[in-house]
């Protein structure tokens, strides 16, 4: 039987479309008095175990899309919600959950990783469905991702071979780099070849997260490729694809005629203020610091918006890619010590743990100001919260 390519992408593209609201509750839920006193920690792990309750594939490693299923939902997650919960099950475990519950979903998560590599086509990379699904389309932007996540393993674990699957991914990235459109990386390995694809494109999220990736390799190995690598991606997102009347960035370039998709996205500039702020720690050169203080600055004018009687809260969308944006804060935060953008975002999550859940799955609404259910069945902004908490969590030093 020939097989199904899969053509869903950790991007724009997977998340756009209108949102969803359940009608048999309330845009505003009651609020939770309940549960309001966790620790951030013990946020990060109710989450998690939530997730497991509502996602989770009987008998498999596996865990849904969607939650209730949405039409067109695959067997299993895509890779970029499952890389997501392999990343919460490890922050979960440097919390200090090792008792068998956690190390079981950490267990499984591994286990489950290992299925999305394919190695039949060179250089080998993660496709974005389990093998056991058939052939699937292979993107840059989610092994850069996933290169993350695994060296997030090995920081915790110290397990060798999450570096070695993290140099995979880099490898991977790094064959989708040519001078095309000035440089950059493309978007899906399928398409590249094709000029005429609109998706044949040089994307923002792939070059800034792949930089990303290899700084941190970088600080792992010390070796000088890792470095000039993320210095000339760094270079084509600040040159090709930064919007200089606001100093955020545009999504990406079509390469068949350099036209702009001017959309704008929390996790560019979160990923972009990561790599200043990790170029500036590695080089002490004052311009990487510069220019993360001045993305940070813009990334919360821009993505700020004011609500009533409650204040500011982040995009009403897409958590995971706000969550990104909350590593370039922390990263950033270590250099300058200044806490407001970050203090925001905490404000908004404990808004939400209160508002912005429903009542019987505790699922997270999209929107933390609790106005819009949004996607609230994907995967993926649930698992967004998780990071969120652990890393709130691993800020304040919570005991």
Known sequence: ????????????????????????????????????????????????????????????????????????????????????VFTAATLVKQLGYTDAVYQEYFNSTVSGMSSYWDASRAPGGYQSAPLSQGAADRFYDDNAITGIDMLEAYRVTGTAAFLEHAKAAYRFCASGETSEAGGGLYWNEAVRFNKDDPNCVKATNVTALAATLALQLYQVEQDAEYLAAAKRWYDWVKHHTLDPADNTFWNSIRVKDLSIDKTKWTYNSGAMIQNAALLYKITKEDDYLLDAKTWAAASYDHFTRTVAGQGKFFTPNDPWFTAVLLRGYLELYEVDKKADYINTLVANVDYAWKYARLPDTRQFYEDWSGADLGRYYSLLTQVAMVEIYARISLWKQEK
């Open 1 to 84: 039987m020939k097989p199904i390519i899969f053509a869903i992408a950790a991007g724009a593209c997977l998340l756009a479309g209108c949102y969803k609201e359940r009608e048999d509750v309330p845009v505003i839920a009651a609020p939770d008095t309940t549960t309001v006193s966790l620790t951030y920690k013990e946020r990060a792990r109710t989450v998690l175990d939530d997730i497991y309750s509502n996602y989770a594939v009987a008998g498999t490693d596996y865990l849904k899309e969607s939650f209730p299923a949405q039409p067109g939902d695959p067997e299993y997650a895509y890779l970029w919600p499952y890389s997501g």
